[in-house]
């Protein structure tokens, strides 16, 4: 029976020979060992016991011993459905010398206050940084020892070229956007947001400038089926006072969500500037047609209203009889989820206590500093927000980038918190933050290329330094900061010793979901017609459906080995991810690094440690594939990213020598590994 | 004070006596049990009132209106859709969703006159646990981290402090020493989960294991220290202390009846109840239940139908059962939540953000019942009478625990720092006012 790392002492389980690949490694690191981890067994029992499957199941026993792991992660690599653009090589030269002009900055700076910069990465720490800070998750062993092992000056900038247009890094940076867009499958329960989940993803994998996309977002307009970018705005549906104050907050580093009852006492805005920029948005509409309002899209004539308003009462009545259940009001619902804009004025509160103004009166739109472009003056009024908002000439739109790009690379922003800008937060070095500004303007808002600048400077290249943000104390970038993996980054780092085929899964596309989920109302649209349509969508991307799917091909002791940015969003509180501080994805930014005692005992106790301790993970096979002489460098390097020193290298062939079994050795090597802080610490 | 575990060094100008005030009880009084007199100021201002041993924290997460809840204007437009029903209080009402708090007012001491200045759910979230505003600079601890950093630990093996529910942004131990960090439980039906080893692991491998962690991690950890890397060194010993220990059964409420956890109710936060309720028995100092889902802008009636019963239950039952087991003398039963909500529907039949005027709840250890200090205007607008802020609210929580919410403190960042965020004491819902 499938043996891993561990020994069940006295299991009756029947033992097999071992896999052809193990011979080299000598068959002393599996004679003794068996099934380790109790649970496993109950996952064995045969659920749907049809003959043949029982015969089938018999014959793969007799063949190869039956493996634990979904034997979906196990296959070759099958690489994501999605292109990711390229990168332009000719540009290496033009990218060091914007490299080295930050580091000149850096180093004027560090030397006026007689800070010396800490020591230069080496490979080892290099290959491992870039692949979690670009990739999202620690290299593999062999490419870790191709890195090691290759020669030539330019290996990092390779390297860096490649994961860059990798599909790590369309998830990692989709990871980075959830955490701050707030990207959750169901942000109400009749808003079904998968085709926005993907669309904000491929958004990446295009390499879209950053500040086309936002205004997409910011002006998207029709059902979120056909025009996934009105996601944006639907996400605070029912909610346009804090979607504004949320927009500024993200996209231009401003809180002026305070003012939002009455002026702040610290802060410089007032609740009637605040109300005047809403009143630009203050015509979004969300609402659905036949629930009173005007019609989202705008897409539905009168003959399609009447029918769905008829439509809406069966489905009411057949509810209340008990004879479909009440998804199928939020399915219709979320067929009619979008956004359109009629003209509105919007008014002051009731409650408006200052002098300027008096309750009730009509705020005429006005922007927080410059002016609305002129190009953009004539337009509906959430265009000239989202023209003001992402012009060339705000600078303040790229500074906010800038920064937040910067911190996502360095660890610490200029300007902390990145989304609070103000008098009482200055910037550490301010002739640089406006240098970065320019720099994404030239770039034209590649940020792509702008992280491609900051991963190219010496700063980055050096070891990672101790910095506490309390401390009061303006970091001088000695290195980048050191910090925790995140809760991502971890379960994907994870998952990269676990899983052969990552990509074995990803969320469904925006087309391949409004296919299933998608239902166009006409004037003839029949209830037989809406049942139907939604007993397909049940049937498939339905989440009691899909969850099940999802569990059935990936699933081990309940976690689905995929990617995190292709796991159902928000995680059960209960989650490893979440335990490690992933967001509910409720509050921007809500993404954690602090330490608990749970996450130690998942790390410790939990399944997903273990995984890779089961035969068929990919660091099992790897130190299978090994003589058992390199077993401890090859667990090093797979796992740490580097071989180990003269004195850990005895204190492991000690551990394998002094085991009951070399395969329990190994075993307890890598848990040892994994639970060292030097593990979870990006150095 | 120093907060900081690893070194006595002086911060920022304090004389010593007062710096180290804390950290000397905190350190004496770890694993020990009650305050020790060790300085005779410390001992007027902690022993003789002390009531509450325990705090039990229920934040309702996304503002509780106060209009649907403790706080109803019956009659008026601004009372919506939610009716008003009388309590055990001659002339005080509830909302209607709340019938058994209702007939145990005489336990509560409802404060209707809170008032605070930020209308952003994680800025007003953090100022209540914290008693102090958000800045970038530093991070504050939370209410249960200071109880637990002055009073100590009651149970060896078992953490002080358990935070039920989600965690997001809770500012947990702030600067203090991360062994005050709430432990975190996501689920209370799961309780603790991964206390035990794997079932092919025998203790000894277990202890091989760490051991060779420890080894190989050495280089990295002379490399590297800071606040964040010494949290996890102090929890993976925490972690370690933990697994095996029997007392971890107060965390399954498996054990508790079927009729017991009826009473609670089966949503998660009646369970959490349960869970704190169990806690508190095996002497855990603080535990916070988080009930969220009150951001109720768009259709608040739907929603108040389901949140309004799910509290009223769990707080319910947690009160009886602290009370038939003689622990309600000692432990503070706390509702907070980060603002109120406007008084006005708007157009989706919901409430929006209204720091002006909301409403707080105390009940059990050093405070009365049947109170109800403060009050809003007759649209539940703004504070009519007896204004109660954040801080005052906060301070009453410390006086009630005996703690020195006068005593000055030096924070890292060097600014002057005060358990309870400075405030007076509500004396009015005080057992024993100062």
Not at chain 1, 136 to 162: M, N, S, Y
Request: net charge neutral.
């Amino acid at each position: 029976m499938s043996p891993g790392f561990n020994s069940l002492p006295g299991s009756k389980r029947p033992r097999t020979s071992p896999p052809r690949t193990a011979v080299r490694l000598g068959v002393a690191l599996l004679v003794a060992t068996a099934a380790w981890w109790s649970p496993a067994r109950s996952a064995e029992r045969p659920r749907q016991g049809t003959a043949t499957k029982k015969r089938d199941r018999a014959a793969a026993r007799d063949s190869e011993p039956r493996l634990r792991l979904p034997a979906a992660v196990m296959t070759a690599p099958s690489g994501p459905a999605f292109d990711v653009a390229r990168i332009d090589r000719a540009r290496r030269p033009a990218v060091a010398a914007a490299a080295a002009e930050i580091d000149r900055m850096l180093a004027t700076q560090r030397d006026e206050r007689g800070v010396k910069p800490s020591p230069p990465l080496d490979d080892g720490g290099f290959v491992r940084r870039a692949h979690l800070e670009l990739g999202g998750r620690i290299p593999t062993f062999d490419e870790t020892k191709a890195f090691l092992d290759a020669k030539g000056a330019a290996k990092r900038e390779d390297l860096v070229e490649r994961l860059l247009e990798s599909p790590d890094f369309v998830s990692h940076f989709y990871n980075f956007w959830a955490d701050i867009l707030r990207l959750t499958e169901r942000p109400q329960k009749d808003i079904f947001f998968e085709p926005y989940l993907d669309w904000v993803k491929r958004s990446i994998a295009d390499n879209r400038p950053y500040d086309a996309w936002v205004r997409e977002m910011l002006t998207a307009d029709g059902r979120l089926l056909e025009n996934p970018a009105v996601g944006y705005q639907l996400r605070d549906r029912g909610m346009p006072l804090p979607y504004v104050d949320n927009t500024v907050r993200v996209f231009l580093g401003t809180q002026i969500g305070c003012a939002q009852c009455h002026d702040h006492p610290f802060d410089s805005w007032t609740q009637k500037q605040f109300y005047e920029l809403a009143a630009f948005t203050a015509g979004t509409r969300m609402r659905e047609p036949g629930k009173g309002g005007r019609a989202a899209a705008g897409d539905v004539d009168a003959a399609t209203a009447k029918q769905l308003r008829e439509l809406q009462q069966t489905i009411r009545e057949n509810i209340r009889a008990g004879r479909v259940d009440n998804g199928l009001r939020l399915f219709v619902g979320a067929n009619l989820a979008g956004v359109g804009f009629a003209p509105r004025t919007l008014e002051l509160p009731h409650d408006y206590q200052y002098d300027d103004a008096k309750p009730f009166d009509p705020v005429r739109p006005a922007v927080l500093w410059g002016d609305v472009p002129a190009g953009a003056a004539d337009a509906e009024g959430r265009m000239q927000f989202a023209a003001w908002l992402t012009d060339r000439g705000n600078r303040q739109f790229a500074r906010t980038i800038a920064n937040r790009m910067w911190k996502k690379v360095m660890g610490a922003g200029l300007v902390e918190p990145v989304d609070d800008f103000r008098e009482d937060h200055p910037p550490t070095h301010p002739a640089l933050l406006e240098h970065l500004t320019d720099l994404v303007l030239e770039l034209d808002f590649d940020l792509r290329e702008y992280v491609r600048v900051l991963v190219s400077t010496d700063t980055w290249r050096r070891r990672a330094v101790v910095h506490d943000a309390t401390s009061g104390a303006p970091f001088q970038y000695e290195g980048p900061v050191l910090r925790r993996m995140t809760a991502e980054q971890l379960w994907d780092s994870i998952l990269t010793l676990v899983a052969r085929n990552e990509w074995a899964f990803q969320r469904p596309t925006a087309d391949a979901y409004a296919d299933r989920a998608g239902l166009a109302f006409t004037p003839k649209t029949t209830y037989g017609d809406v049942e139907a349509a939604y007993r397909r969508f049940t049937d498939t991307y339905g989440r009691a459906a899909y969850q099940r799917q999802l569990q059935k091909e990936y699933g081990y002791h309940g976690q689905v080995l995929v990617r995190a940015s292709e796991l159902p969003t928000p995680l059960p509180l209960g989650h490893f991810l979440r335990q490690f501080g992933q967001s509910d994805r409720e509050s921007i930014e809500g993404g954690r690094t602090t330490a608990t005692v749970p996450q130690i005992l998942a790390m410790f106790n939990g399944p997903i440690t273990h995984a890779m301790l089961e035969r068929g993970s990919v660091i099992y096979d790897e130190v299978m594939s090994h003589p058992t002489t390199e077993a401890v460098d090859v667990v090093f390097l797979a796992v740490l990213s580097h071989r180990p020193s003269a004195s850990d290298r005895a204190a492991a062939l000690h551990e394998l020598r002094t085991a009951s079994t070399p395969a329990v050795g190994c075993g307890n090597l890598i848990w040892a590994l994994l639970n060292t802080r030097e593990f979870l610490f990006i150095q | 004070m120093n907060f900081s575990s690893s070194s006595d060094e002086p911060t920022l100008g304090r004389p010593l006596a007062r710096r180290t005030l804390l950290g000397r009880l905190a350190r004496t009084a770890f694993g020990v049990g009650l305050v020790p007199a060790l300085d005779a100021r410390l001992a007027t201002a902690a022993a003789p009132r002390a009531r509450a041993k325990h705090v039990v924290y229920l934040m309702m997460q996304g503002a509780m209106s106060h209009l649907d809840t403790f706080d109803p204007k019956p009659g008026r437009d601004e009372a919506g859709e939610t009716g008003a029903i009388a309590t055990k209080t001659p002339g005080v009402r509830f909302g209607e969703h709340l019938e058994r708090l209702a007939a145990r007012s005489e336990r509560l001491a409802v404060i209707r006159s809170m008032g605070t200045e930020t209308g952003a759910h994680e800025q007003g979230a953090y100022l209540m646990r914290t008693a102090y505003p958000m800045l970038a600079s530093i991070r504050h601890p939370a209410f249960g981290s200071w109880a637990l950093h002055a009073l100590g630990k009651l149970s060896k093996d078992l953490p002080g402090y358990v935070l039920v529910g989600n965690g997001n942004n809770h500012p947990g131990a702030g600067f203090l020493d991360p062994a005050v960090t709430p432990v975190p439980v996501a689920d209370p039906s799961a309780g603790l989960e991964n206390t035990t080893r794997p079932g092919y692991l025998s203790e000894k491998d277990f202890e091989r294991r760490l051991a060779l962690a420890d080894r190989i991690d050495r280089d990295f950890k002379q490399r590297h220290r800071g606040p964040q890397l010494e949290a996890y060194n102090q929890l993976y010993r925490d972690a370690v202390r933990l697994m095996g220990s029997v007392d971890l059964e107060a965390f399954d409420i498996a054990r508790e009846k079927p009729a017991v956890r009826g009473r609670y109710g089966d949503s998660s936060f009646g369970l959490g109840c349960l869970l704190a309720r169990r806690l508190v028995e095996a002497g855990v100092r603080c535990v916070e239940v988080e009930l969220g889902g009150w951001d109720m802008h768009r259709d608040l009636a739907e929603s108040m139908s389901e949140k309004g019963p799910d509290l009223d239950r769990g707080m319910s039952a947690l009160l009886d059962d602290l009370a038939d087991r003689g622990l309600l003398d000692s432990t503070l039963v706390v509702l907070a939540t980060e603002f109120g909500r406007t008084p006005v529907m708007n157009e989706n039949a919901g409430r929006d953000h209204h720091p002006a005027v909301f409403s707080c709840v105390l009940a059990g250890a050093g405070v009365k019942g049947g109170v109800v200090h403060g009050a809003s205007d007759e649209r539940g607008h703004a504070p009519d009478a007896d204004p109660v802020s954040v801080a005052d609210f906060n301070t009453t929580i410390a006086a009630a625990c005996g703690l020195p919410y006068d005593e000055e403190f030096v924070a890292p960042n060097g600014r002057p720092f005060k358990i309870g965020g400075g405030g007076t004491p509500v004396g009015a819902v005080l057992a024993d006012p100062a």
